[in-house]
């Protein structure tokens, strides 16, 4: 019998139609998931013994307490300390997925130890003296800051520099004293301070968040003021006296009732709290202060703290810069300046290129919470000086840099066991209470052996100092009311410019951390994505179309979002390092101009 063509075409037709009737295709289906889940690479979670381990969260100076579920040692998820006095019980996104943060694709493991090292000591041996070695801190007030600060003093020509704010290490918000919290621009209920620790105050006072663009704490205030860019300070100024109202109208843009009905009730419903980028005030006692830290007597002989703009341009030599903590982030054209032109050594000390590596001769990788041990400085909103650690839950990986160390050789100074030094202190003083996370109960320093308390601070504990007595106040705590503030340069909406017609807003996230979490916000578009710029709709640009953003500093690609959220003629960005680069040397001098055109 002769097969046609025709009949094996048919044949072979029916056949592909009549096996999708059968199991086997289905069934191929689910073995291939399955099978493609044990292909080599794929991490397979242990399984062993299931435990809670206790530590703080180091992600951002809120430092929460954490409550880690462990399978065989490893942490698979976290949660808040109920109980906890400061921290409350919260956590916030990121860090309920902080144990993520070791397997981010783009972190760092291997780096040039022994190049940077040499070129450090090189940098430092032809050191002229009229130039400089700066350690640069982005999270000061740690036992590692001492440290650099006490290598600094070891150097002749050594300098510590860190970012300067109004709040933080003495000054402390009390946000539970507040009845009525003015915010201007601060994120308030979205990032800022301690999340359990500000939604529990929340009932307790008003809010009103005085912005340009609609953020999460705007839409959650009690009243929106929306100001022009900008015009933050004009508002303040206008709101104590120090303007009048119609003035502080033209240039914020709120209309003048609006502001004289604010001020009246900032005058009835005290105590007030003025938070603001570059502005601080208060009546009562909502700003308090706090003890240091208590340091180990022989770190006193430590560098003072220098601002990075008071050094001469072309002036620094060396500069190595601590970016394991996440902390705020010098623009580069602020740091750019002040090096040598000729050969100038610098070293970022940091888990990924995204900040100061994308400049420094040198990216040495550093371990990431929850690996490595740091103590973490009191929270901006914590009434009470407090010492809490960090404790690795993961092992680092090999070839990671410990940054204390690494500055402290090319200082040539010896240090011992920092964090167990500075306890050891703060148990002398015996000032104080110790709140253990297993059982949720407070102990009194003084009825707790050192070695106890240094072995609680690492299984989950927390170290609160008695806060000073409200009489013992010191005069910066008592500040004066918001009208008698006394006046601080008035801070204008940035200057038209044809060119630069778009006012740039920034709104403040924490770096992407969780691989996961950074996936969900920029697919959900919930936080706007570092390579973003959120328009309003009628700039004349698509949502999602890609586009150049320029600045009189440069320029880079983002994507379109449009967000009617954002009034017209304003660009939000996300405070991202690539983005701070091209925004000026920082956000108190006010607001840069871009544009963004289609690419
Ligand atoms: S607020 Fe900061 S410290 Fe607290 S959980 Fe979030 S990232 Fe961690």
């Not at 102990?443 to 072995?455: E, I, P, Q, R």
């Not at 409200?470 to 038209?496: H, S």
Request: aromatic letters at 4%.
């Amino acid at each position: 019998m002769k097969t046609t063509r025709r009949e094996i075409l048919m044949f072979a037709g029916g056949s592909a139609v009549g096996v999708l009737f059968t199991p086997a295709p289905w069934r191929l289906i689910t073995d291939t998931a399955l099978w493609s889940e044990s292909w080599p690479g794929i991490p397979k979670p242990e399984r062993g013994e299931i435990r809670a381990r206790y530590t703080n969260c180091s992600l951002c100076a809120a430092g929460c307490a954490v409550r880690a579920r462990c399978v065989a040692g490893r942490p698979v998820s976290l949660a808040g300390v109920p109980g906890h006095p400061l921290t409350r019980g919260a956590l916030c996104a990121f860090g309920l997925a902080g144990h993520h943060l070791p397997y981010h694709p783009a972190r760092l493991k291997h780096g040039p130890v022994a190049q940077a090292s040499a070129a450090v000591a090189d940098g430092i041996a032809k050191c002229r003296p009229s130039e400089h070695v700066v350690t640069l801190d982005l999270r000061p007030g740690r036992t590692a800051s001492w440290t650099y600060r006490r290598a600094m003093a070891a150097l002749k020509n050594g300098r510590y520099v860190t970012l300067s704010h109004p709040l933080g290490g003495p000054l402390a918000v009390d946000l539970a004293a507040a009845r009525t919290v003015l915010s201007l621009g601060v994120p308030v209920l979205d990032g800022w301070g301690t999340p359990g620790n500000v939604m529990a105050a929340r009932a307790g006072f008003r809010l009103i968040q005085a912005e340009a663009v609609e953020s999460r704490t705007a839409s959650m205030a009690d009243l929106w003021l929306r100001i022009r860019p900008g015009s933050e300070d004009a508002l303040a100024e206008g709101l104590a006296g120090m303007m009048t109202p119609a003035e502080a109208a033209a240039i914020t843009g709120v209309p003048e009732a609006q502001i004289v009905a604010v001020a009246g009730e900032l005058a009835r419903n005290g105590p007030v709290l003025v938070l603001g980028t570059s502005r601080l005030a208060s009546t009562g006692h909502t700003i308090v202060a706090r003890r240091e830290t208590p340091v180990p007597a022989e770190w006193r002989k430590a560098a003072p703290v220098t601002d990075l703009a008071s050094l001469p341009d072309g002036s620094v030599r060396v500069l190595i810069i601590d970016e394991s903590a996440p902390g705020e982030y010098l623009p580069w054209n602020a740091i750019a300046g002040k090096l040598v032109p000729d050969n100038p050594v610098m070293v970022a000390l940091a888990s990924s290129r995204d900040g100061y590596g994308r400049h420094a001769q040198y990216v040495l990788p550093v371990g990431v919470y929850p690996e490595v041990a740091d103590d973490i400085p009191p929270a901006v909103d914590s009434v009470a000086t407090t010492f809490r650690i960090a404790a690795p839950l993961v092992a680092a990986p090999e070839g990671v840099v410990k940054p204390e160390e690494f500055v402290a050789k090319a200082a040539g100074l010896a240090i011992g066991d920092t964090l167990r030094e500075r306890a050891d202190a703060i148990h002398e003083t015996g000032r104080g209470s110790l709140f253990t996370y297993a059982d949720a109960k407070s102990v009194a320093v003084k009825d707790v052996g050192a070695g106890d308390f240094w072995k609680a601070l690492n299984a989950g504990g927390c170290w609160i100092d008695t806060p000073l007595a409200a009489a013992a106040q010191p005069p910066a705590a008592a500040q004066p009311p918001a009208a008698a503030q006394p006046p601080a340069a008035t801070q204008l909406p940035a200057a038209e410019n044809p060119d630069l017609p778009l006012v740039v807003v920034l709104s403040h996230e924490l770096a992407p951390l969780s691989p996961l979490l950074s996936k969900m916000y920029r697919e959900s578009n919930l936080r706007l994505g570092p390579n973003r710029a959120a328009l309003h709709p009628s700039c004349g640009l698509e949502d999602g179309a890609q586009a150049t953003l320029k600045t009189a500093l440069g320029k880079c690609a983002v994507e379109v979002v449009l967000d009617a959220g954002v009034p017209p003629g304003v660009v939000q960005l996300t405070a991202w390092p690539a983005v701070l680069d091209l925004c000026g040397p920082g956000l108190q001098v006010g607001p840069a101009r871009a544009k963004v055109v289609r690419a």
